[in-house]
């Protein structure tokens, strides 16, 4: 089953709109979760790295001012997407890190949210 | 160069063809590689991991050349459910995650 959730699935809304989209882990505590964007086509690009209790970790060409990440406890991330323009319309992507010992893989993904503005 | 490289494809296929993905990388200190696979719209679901050993899961299998920073999938008796990008992934330090731009498959009745 799912260990992590991801909300929305899909959001559409005007130009200038603040977004916020939720990571969630369920069942488990995740110190770290990941924020990814993928663009039609291309691959998932790391946006920034969601530290529980401290700042994010943003990859460079990533304005931390537009995109809000919050950590505020061990299972909820949350990406604010602010002021949004068509050109932030994209799919994106939380991942969480389970404790190798838990798990066959370092990250596990969310459903994705699929941003559209218009 | 970017860290993590694979051909677009597409590849197209016939049902019940064997196809063959490859997959460069230049960081040699990544720890691991994984494959995974991304339908249309939705998420990256693993797939498998690779080993030097090669690993082979049903029709798949996969194989991981640290000499020549090489990875490959093959994919044998080709179903249309088979039908998506293949992901390359490097496995970093600090549990980070680097995706090639993957491999897209059609396969085709």
């Known amino acids: 089953g799912a260990v992590v959730s991801q909300h929305p699935s899909w959001v559409i809304c005007k130009s200038g709109t603040s977004v916020k989209i939720e990571c969630r882990s369920l069942d488990f505590q995740a110190t770290t979760m990941f924020w990814y964007r993928q663009f039609p086509k291309q691959s998932l690009m790391l946006m920034a790295t969601s530290n529980e209790g401290s700042k994010a970790t943003y990859e460079q060409g990533v304005e931390k001012d537009k995109f809000l990440i919050n950590h505020a406890s061990l299972t909820l991330s949350t990406l604010t997407v602010t002021s949004a323009h068509p050109e932030d319309s994209s799919f994106y992507i939380c991942?969480?890190?389970?404790?190798?010992?838990?798990?066959?893989?370092?990250?596990?993904f969310g459903d994705g949210t699929r941003l559209s503005i218009l | 160069r970017k860290e993590v490289e694979q051909d677009p494809g597409p590849f197209n296929v016939p049902e019940g063809a064997t196809v063959a993905f490859n997959c460069t990388y230049s960081?040699?200190?990544?720890?691991?590689f994984f494959w995974y696979r991304q339908d249309c719209r939705k998420e990256p679901k693993l797939l498998m991991s690779v080993y030097s050993s090669g690993n082979e899961d049903g029709r798949f299998t996969a194989q991981l050349n640290r000499a020549s920073q090489y990875i490959s999938l093959l994919i044998r008796d080709s179903k249309l459910s088979d039908s998506a990008t293949y992901l390359c992934v490097a496995h970093n330090a600090g549990n980070m995650l680097t995706f090639g731009g993957g491999t897209r498959l059609m396969v085709k009745p």
């Open positions: 991942s969480a890190s389970l404790p190798q010992l838990f798990s066959n893989q370092p990250q596990h």
């Open positions: 960081n040699s200190a990544s720890q691991s």
